[in-house]
T-cell receptor
């Protein structure tokens, strides 16, 4: 059973460009979370999605950031018109949310975004 | 929302000694408390978790204790080994919601 997959692992963008980060959850998991980690800091929640639904986007900046989790395919975190402050590691986690209510989150290896 | 504080921020121990990392949380409704280990350049890896209906849980050299009244929980690593060196994060959540993470503890095990 493959773990959470993220790509690309490293992404370099110039200011003003768009960044697209992809996350494929573990098999059987239908819940995806995105977190951002700045150097030497903890993980900050951005958005929580289920298939075709955004459940909680309270941690995501209102402008330039968007996320989706389509019926088919990976979850996408999109950052438009990137700025230097967007440089960080972005982690995706997936959760089974099974009938027992277990919500353990399993993390992917992350995408390290560098904005030049 | 929930606020999680974690101490210490850095910890150095001799190989074979024990390491203890403590976290406090603010929301008494939180009912799930996982611990993650993050090695350099990698994603957080779940190492142990505890739910609010349990006071203590152990898995080989790792144990977690939870005091709901005081709203704090701790990670205990016994017989530490160099490969235990990493950054450890605690988290708290109410089932079905986002995780609130502590700021991390950088553990160094000195051979």
């Amino acid at each position: 059973n493959a773990g959470v997959m993220q790509n690309p692992r490293h992404l370099v963008r110039r200011r003003g460009q768009e960044a697209r980060l992809r996350c494929s959850p573990m098999k059987g998991h239908s819940h995806v979370y995105w977190y951002r980690q700045l150097p030497e800091e903890g993980l900050k929640f951005m958005v929580y999605l289920q298939k075709e639904n955004i459940i909680d986007e309270s941690g995501m900046p209102k402008e330039r950031f968007s996320a989706e989790f389509p019926k088919e395919g990976p979850s996408i975190l999109r950052i438009q018109q990137v700025v230097r402050g967007d440089s960080a590691a972005y982690f995706c986690a997936s959760s089974p949310q099974d009938i027992r209510g277990y919500d353990t989150q399993y993390f992917g290896p992350g995408t390290r975004l560098t904005v030049l | 929302g929930e606020n999680v504080e974690q101490h210490p921020s850095t910890l150095s121990v001799q190989e074979g000694d024990s390491a203890v990392i403590k976290c406090t949380y603010s929301d008494s409704a939180s009912n799930y408390f996982p611990w993650y280990k993050q090695e350099l350049g990698k994603g957080p890896q779940l190492i142990i978790d505890i739910r609010s209906n349990v006071g203590e849980k152990k898995d080989q050299r790792i144990a977690v204790t939870l005091n709901k009244t005081a709203k704090h929980f701790s990670l205990h690593i016994t017989e530490t080994q160099p490969e235990d060196s990493a950054v450890y994060f605690c988290a708290a959540t109410l089932t079905g919601n986002q995780f609130y993470f502590g700021t991390g503890t950088s553990l160094t095990v000195i051979p």
